[in-house]
């Protein structure tokens, strides 16, 4: 930039996706909240629940699942660009951009309750009812009381006349307390109590009632008939709307903001910086093309958006912390054709927040994943070549290719308070670590000369290009489509341009 030139700029990014990279193979766009089985893989926190079904019903390999889940997503992201560029000599000159993002994330998350085996616990006390909880609460008084008239009978001395009714009640008391234990610990105990219990129709409940029809049979036997209530199983599995409560409900373990449609307008990410021109032999007198080799430095602060950790569909505007980027720029050219060549290193500095600890698999996190982690971000590298031909004085078609690359993030908790028993604070990290090939091309005019007083104008230059992700490794990368443009407007506000 020739010293006194202040040179304003506009630009905008326009990129859509529907479609992501993840390790290598093409998928659809937040692939991952999609799954067949709303389970434990999906949802970990529910491990003990499963735990609990599968000895009560006494199947080791039981498999818990809620129902399903479809996912179709896209995502159009635009930024508008507001820069400002000022020569303070003949190669040094500094610059500043701010950046308005407008992104609009549309999603369709939809529950499917086919292949799920279980309910809502009928007790519990934000997803259950009254009228559940009432038919727990009988089921379970019913079962103790019968239980307790049992042991008071082997105590007198009840069936010491029949060894066989003694040898069966013994047995019956012994088994029939330890699994009304368990079901009362599924049902009520607070801390203990699952979410979900089996379907009536299904297997594990089939087997579960089994077990208590058949403690029921032998109490008759023993001739304490007292205990005829079912057990307390639902009928049937969870509605989309019963799904989408135990997402969201202030009282549930997943406290999730909608997992809807999302538009938001927000600041990005503001850069300030300076170039120093190192080599300039460009479009010397008579010499069209040539060597000019530019070094740049900058700041990227950490102005933009970041969702909250109960935000699963927005996206951020920034990167959430301060990088420091340096970047080489070489032009090299005669005549008609030429290219630049770039190459840049992105330092991203450590940060600590607050976010929920899963891995990618796990895209639905519960509350009781909410952690303060420090993040130190995987820095980035990229390599570009933009080929051009040059169809009339100042305007070209360009091309364009693109290497980037990130290295993997570290993550650990803030302190030692902070950290979640059992829970690494790496599985934040898992998948950071990714790569991506861009092409492109498009039209560029950028005519020569400046201003022959103060004040005076010089030539606007525009330039227009399309990119698209072609291939990825690695972790997520969304296979995003980008136009480019802008504008650029330089003013001589002082001194003389050169001769």
């Not at 529907?18 to 390790?23: C, E, I, L, R, V």
């Not at 912390?321 to 290219?339: E, F, N, P, R, W």
């Not at 080929?387 to 009339?392: E, L, V």
């Not at 305007?395 to 803030?414: C, E, K, N, Q, T």
């Amino acid at each position: 930039m020739p010293r006194g030139i202040v040179r304003f700029g506009i630009g905008g990014d326009f990129a859509n996706t529907s479609n992501q990279f993840f390790q290598g193979a093409e998928e659809p766009y937040r692939a991952p909240f999609a799954t067949s089985v709303l389970g434990t893989a999906y949802y970990p926190g529910l491990d003990s629940n499963q735990a609990q079904i599968a000895s009560l019903s006494g199947m080791p390999g039981y498999a818990l699942s809620v129902g399903g889940a479809t996912m179709h997503a896209q995502a159009s992201v635009g930024t508008l660009g507001l820069a400002a560029t000022v020569g303070l000599t003949s190669k040094l000159s500094v610059f500043g951009v701010v950046p308005i993002v407008r992104q609009q994330v549309q999603v369709d998350y939809r529950f499917d309750s086919t292949g799920a085996n279980t309910g809502f616990n009928p007790a519990d006390p934000v997803f259950g009812s009254a009228a559940g909880a009432d038919s727990v609460n009988l089921f379970l008084a019913e079962y103790k009381a019968a239980l307790d008239t049992l042991d008071l009978r082997l105590q007198t001395g009840f069936y010491s006349g029949n060894p066989s009714d003694s040898a069966l009640a013994v047995a019956t008391l012994v088994t029939g307390t330890a699994y009304w234990a368990g079901l009362n610990s599924l049902f009520v105990v607070p801390g203990a109590a699952a979410d979900f219990v089996p379907l009536a129709g299904s297997a594990a409940g089939q087997a579960m009632a089994a077990v208590v029809t058949g403690t029921q049979a032998n109490l008759a036997a023993l001739g304490v008939p007292s205990f005829t209530q079912p057990l307390p199983l639902p009928a049937d599995a969870l509605t989309p709307s019963e799904y989408n409560s135990y997402l969201s409900s202030p009282g549930g373990p997943i406290v999730a903001a909608p997992i809807v449609s999302a538009t938001s307008f927000l600041l990005g990410d503001i850069e300030v910086g300076a170039s120093y021109t190192l080599i300039d032999r460009w479009n010397r007198a008579g010499h069209p093309g040539g060597l000019r080799v530019v070094a740049q430095g900058l700041v990227r602060l950490p102005t933009g958006y970041q969702p909250l950790s109960n935000n699963f569909v927005s996206r951020p505007t920034g990167g959430g912390q301060t990088d420091l980027q340096i970047s080489m720029v070489a032009d090299i050219g005669g005549g008609k054709v030429g290219a630049r060549f770039s190459g840049s290193y992105n330092d991203q500095l450590s940060l600590t927040s607050e976010r929920r600890v899963t891995l990618p698999s796990q895209p639905i996190p519960w509350a009781n994943r909410l952690a303060t982690v420090t993040t130190d971000p995987g820095n980035e590298f990229s390599l570009s070549a933009l080929p051009y031909f040059q169809m009339a004085p100042g305007f070209a078609i360009v091309g364009l290719v693109r290497y980037w690359s990130r290295g993997a993030d570290a993550v650990a908790y803030a302190s030692a308070d902070d950290a979640i028993p059992g829970v690494s604070a790496g599985e934040l990290a898992t998948g950071t670590q990714r790569s991506a090939m861009v092409v492109g091309g498009g039209l560029s005019y950028a005519p020569s000369g400046v201003g022959t007083r103060v004040g005076t104008r010089v030539p606007v230059d525009a330039f227009w290009i399309y990119e698209a992700v072609v291939s990825a490794s690695g972790g997520v990368i969304p296979k995003a489509g980008t136009m480019r443009m802008g504008l650029r407007w330089p003013f001589r506000f002082w001194g003389a341009p050169a001769e």
